[in-house]
């Protein structure tokens, strides 16, 4: 089972920066991608950056520039710069799987974390 931990959420004044981390509980097979996603109050959420197998990055347009996800082995890193209030929301991270052809992409969350941005 797939178990992520999510840190680095917190409060920063606008233009700032913060990192989050998201860390595998152990050793995940058939990975096909690893992304956050972000829920602003009330809302669905919502795709911020992706990164896949090969490497391959996806962001939302009102990130561009500013966001930057990496990985490592075990580990999906979120670097968002030049931070705006509109970058508040609680942040998630997700590791979709597909353990074999036949089977379908299984997604798995993490608890979230809180990004505040003050203006």
């Known amino acids: 089972q797939v178990q992520l931990l999510e840190s680095g959420g917190g409060l920063v004044q606008a233009g700032g920066s913060l990192r989050l981390s998201c860390a595998n509980s152990?050793?995940?097979?058939?990975?096909?991608?690893v992304g956050w996603y972000r829920q602003f109050l009330g809302n669905e959420r919502d795709l911020v950056a992706q990164?896949?197998?090969?490497?391959v990055t996806n962001y939302a347009d009102s990130v561009k520039g500013r966001f930057t996800i990496s990985r490592d082995k075990t580990t999906v890193y979120l670097q968002m710069d030049s931070l705006k209030s509109e970058d508040t929301a609680v942040y998630y991270c997700?590791?979709?799987?597909?353990?074999?052809?036949?089977?379908?992409?299984?997604?798995?969350w993490g608890q979230g974390t809180q990004v505040t941005v003050s203006s």
């Open positions: 997700a590791v979709d799987v597909k353990p074999s052809i036949e089977a379908p992409i299984r997604r798995s």
């Open positions: 152990g050793s995940i097979r058939s990975i096909v991608a």
């Open positions: 990164i896949d197998s090969g490497g």
